[in-house]
């Protein structure tokens, strides 16, 4: 999925996502997901930025929020973006 989504630049409708069109269009152009993937491209590092951007992860807890949390959490750093976060 990393390598399909990040790299090859591929959609989510491209993977056969069984969401509405509109919703999988708002969340791969929201500005956010743009700005971790070129990050990611660039391999960007924190305090090396060349844009002028700061993007922070809040992580929240309590049952199951802290285990929504903790799958997020273990996404990003899965898709190798942990390097992608300023704070």
Do not use: N
């Not at 390598?3 to 090859?8: K, M, S």
């Not at 409708?13 to 999988?24: M, P, T």
């Not at 993007?55 to 949390?69: D, F, K, P, Q, T």
């Amino acid at each position: 999925l990393r390598q399909a989504i990040l790299r090859d630049g591929k959609s989510l409708k491209e993977l056969k996502y069984q969401q509405s069109d509109s919703i999988v269009d708002s969340v791969l152009t929201h500005d956010v997901i743009s700005l971790l993937k070129q990050r990611f491209e660039q391999g960007s590092l924190p305090g090396q930025r060349k844009d002028p951007h700061k993007l922070a992860l809040s992580i929240e807890g309590g049952g199951m929020r802290g285990a929504v949390s903790a799958g997020m959490a273990s996404a990003i750093a899965c898709l190798g973006l942990c390097d992608s976060f300023d704070a």
